[in-house]
């Protein structure tokens, strides 16, 4: 059998994902929830209630076709600027979801984890936090970070933060750091890096996501707002994937 053959043949011919060759581990920033509210003359919080719904969906679907890894970005360290009713909106979301999820973290064998600063957020969404993340500590299906109050500059801060305590203690020589043990003390530790990152809304940044592990990841950038996100737009995004030439600094 030629070489093509065999590509098209392990390929679903509909949406072009290779099923046997996916990303280990899948990164998302889940925006425009208020230009899709805007859109239909909703206020800004109806587009967070549609976007949580889609993040339900879309962790469904990666949890159904194999994926390991899925990050998602909740809320930044920068979205605090936003009108506290926003805020306490999509907390409110966070807290809902949190509930649905002490079940269904055991009933669909999700581990469920959160990168960011926790001790910003209110004590009851601390203690569901916990909770969860420790009831699904041992699930072996897809592995589920949310980024909430999470940006990738503090996250390095902190690091070095640590760094520096280990340093003046003693415990540690400043030879001894290399790229690892940064790694090690970042959020992600232990999680391998997002090989995809995915932006929907047609903003082409980062903001503040996922600096320190995204140094070689690939990015898919699309238009559709991420109420709208689909597992076909999720497809699309796998299909560009595979058709990449990932060189990592070489030939
Ligand atoms: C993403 O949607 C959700 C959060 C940042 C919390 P946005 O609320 O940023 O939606 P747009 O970008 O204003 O459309
Ligand atoms: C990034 O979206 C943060 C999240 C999706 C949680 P933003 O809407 O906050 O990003 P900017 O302000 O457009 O860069
Ligand atoms: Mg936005």
Same mark, same amino acid.
């Given at each position: 059998?030629?070489?093509?053959?065999?590509?098209?043949?392990?390929?679903?011919?509909?949406?072009?994902?290779?099923?046997?060759?996916?990303?280990?581990?899948?990164?998302?920033?889940?925006?425009?929830?208020?230009?899709?509210?805007?859109?239909?003359?909703?206020?800004?919080?109806?587009?967070?209630?549609?976007?949580?719904?889609?993040?339900?969906?879309?962790?469904?679907?990666?949890?159904?076709?194999?994926?390991?890894?899925? /990050?998602?970005?909740?809320?930044?360290? !920068?979205?605090?600027? +936003? &009108?506290?009713? *926003?805020?306490?909106?999509?907390?409110? %979301? @966070?807290?809902?979801?949190?509930?649905?999820?002490?079940?269904?973290?055991?009933?669909?064998?999700?581990?469920?984890?959160?990168?960011?600063?926790?001790?910003?957020?209110?004590?009851?969404?601390?203690?569901?936090?916990?909770?969860?993340?420790?009831?699904?500590?041992?699930?072996?299906?897809?592995?589920?970070?949310?980024?909430?109050?999470?940006?990738?500059?503090?996250?390095?801060?902190?690091?070095?933060?640590?760094?520096?305590?280990?340093?003046?203690?003693?415990?540690?020589?400043?030879?001894?750091?290399?790229?690892?043990?940064?790694?090690?003390?970042?959020? /992600?530790?232990?999680?391998?890096?997002? !090989?995809?990152?995915? +932006? &929907?809304?047609? *903003?082409?940044?980062?903001?503040?996501? %996922? @600096?320190?592990?995204?140094?070689?990841?690939?990015?898919?950038?699309?238009?559709?707002?991420?109420?709208?996100?689909?597992?076909?737009?999720?497809?699309?995004?796998?299909?560009?994937?595979?058709?990449?030439?990932?060189?990592?600094?070489?030939?």
């Amino acid at each position: 059998m030629c070489e093509e053959m065999v590509f098209f043949k392990n390929k679903n011919r509909k949406t072009g994902v290779d099923k046997n060759n996916l990303p280990e581990h899948i990164a998302i920033i889940m925006d425009g929830n208020g230009r899709w509210a805007k859109k239909r003359g909703l206020p800004r919080t109806a587009g967070h209630a549609a976007g949580s719904e889609t993040f339900r969906k879309i962790a469904t679907y990666c949890n159904d076709i194999g994926i390991k890894y899925l /990050s998602v970005y909740a809320f930044s360290t !920068e979205n605090w600027k +936003r &009108p506290k009713e *926003e805020v306490d909106a999509i907390m409110g %979301l @966070l807290e809902k979801y949190l509930i649905e999820a002490y079940d269904s973290v055991i009933k669909d064998n999700i581990r469920l984890t959160f990168w960011g600063e926790k001790a910003a957020l209110s004590e009851k969404l601390q203690a569901m936090i916990h909770e969860v993340e420790e009831r699904s500590r041992e699930m072996t299906g897809l592995h589920v970070n949310v980024c909430l109050n999470y940006g990738g500059r503090d996250e390095i801060a902190r690091a070095v933060k640590s760094i520096a305590k280990e340093v003046i203690s003693g415990k540690i020589n400043p030879e001894t750091i290399d790229e690892t043990f940064i790694s090690d003390r970042l959020y /992600s530790a232990g999680t391998p890096d997002p !090989e995809l990152i995915i +932006r &929907p809304s047609g *903003e082409i940044r980062v903001s503040n996501f %996922l @600096l320190w592990q995204s140094a070689y990841s690939e990015y898919y950038f699309t238009d559709v707002l991420w109420p709208d996100f689909t597992s076909k737009v999720l497809d699309e995004a796998i299909a560009a994937f595979q058709n990449r030439n990932r060189r990592f600094g070489g030939v």
